[in-house]
């Protein structure tokens, strides 16, 4: 059981808008910035977003981040088929006295 | 541009020490952190731990008994140890350059190692 719920799955059509929600408490998301994982099938992570609402450089802005108090989500504008990927929201969490990760939402495009 | 690379044994027996190195190329170690992540197979990612260039460090609570992570800046590279494993910890173990604010407001993985599968069996 994550600390940070997010729905197992989420889909969505080419050129569609689809949003991923992140769900914590006040020693995590309601404290801290949190950040957004990629994963393609048999890769490493891929940071996504940071700070809730920043893209590393080389990030299509399709992508975009936002929080309020205990929650976040991640949005996806124009879906693509490479979008197409498990999605983890992560964050550090001053009751565990770690960083925790969500259960991750696999994204598929229909 | 920075890279990590992974290496260690595919294979560890039960019981036994679980050794792994994450080599940094295109950019010094000092000045950042460096964490382990796992993710066993099907399943979500874990943080193990991270260190920092001067040797500090800091564990996962839940595998802090077996877990040293050490850095040796001279061959730009930092390992992981596991001892007592289980099949619980097989996993793809990833390296990764770590972002954090001292208070952790911040914290985040910028750069990742491609991994490396470690299966723990007899």
């Known amino acids: 059981q994550s600390v940070l719920t997010q729905p197992p799955s989420a889909s969505g059509t080419p050129g569609q808008r689809v949003t991923i929600s992140c769900s914590g408490g006040?020693?995590?998301?309601?404290?801290?910035?949190i950040n957004w994982y990629q994963q393609l099938p048999g890769t490493a992570p891929k940071l996504l977003i940071y700070?809730?609402?920043l893209r590393p450089s080389g990030v299509p802005d399709r992508f975009s981040g936002s929080k309020s108090g205990t929650s976040a989500s991640l949005a996806i504008s124009g879906l693509q088929s490479e979008d197409e990927a498990d999605y983890y929201c992560?964050?550090?969490?001053?009751?565990?006295?770690?960083?925790?990760f969500g259960g991750g939402t696999k994204l598929t495009v229909l | 541009q920075l890279q990590l690379l992974e290496s260690g044994p595919g294979l560890v027996k039960p019981s036994e020490t679980l050794s792994l190195t994450c080599a940094v190329s295109?950019?010094?170690?000092?000045?950042?952190?460096w964490s382990w992540v796992r993710q066993p197979p099907g399943k979500g990612l874990e943080w193990v731990g991270y260190?920092?260039?001067?040797?500090?460090?800091k564990y996962s609570p839940s595998l802090k008994s077996r877990v040293t992570i050490s850095v040796d800046t001279s061959k730009s590279q930092f390992s992981l140890r596991l001892t007592s494993v289980t099949s619980a910890d097989t996993a793809m173990y990833f390296c990764?350059?770590?972002?954090?604010?001292?208070?952790?407001?911040?914290?985040?993985?910028?750069?990742w190692g491609r991994g490396t599968t470690v299966t723990v069996s007899s």
């Open positions: 990764a350059r770590t972002v954090m604010h001292r208070n952790y407001y911040y914290f985040y993985m910028d750069v």
């Open positions: 006040g020693s995590n998301i309601g404290s801290k910035t």
């Open positions: 295109g950019d010094s170690i000092n000045n950042y952190y």
């Open positions: 700070s809730n609402d």
């Open positions: 992560a964050t550090w969490d001053d009751s565990l006295n770690g960083p925790v």
């Open positions: 260190i920092y260039h001067n040797g500090t460090t």
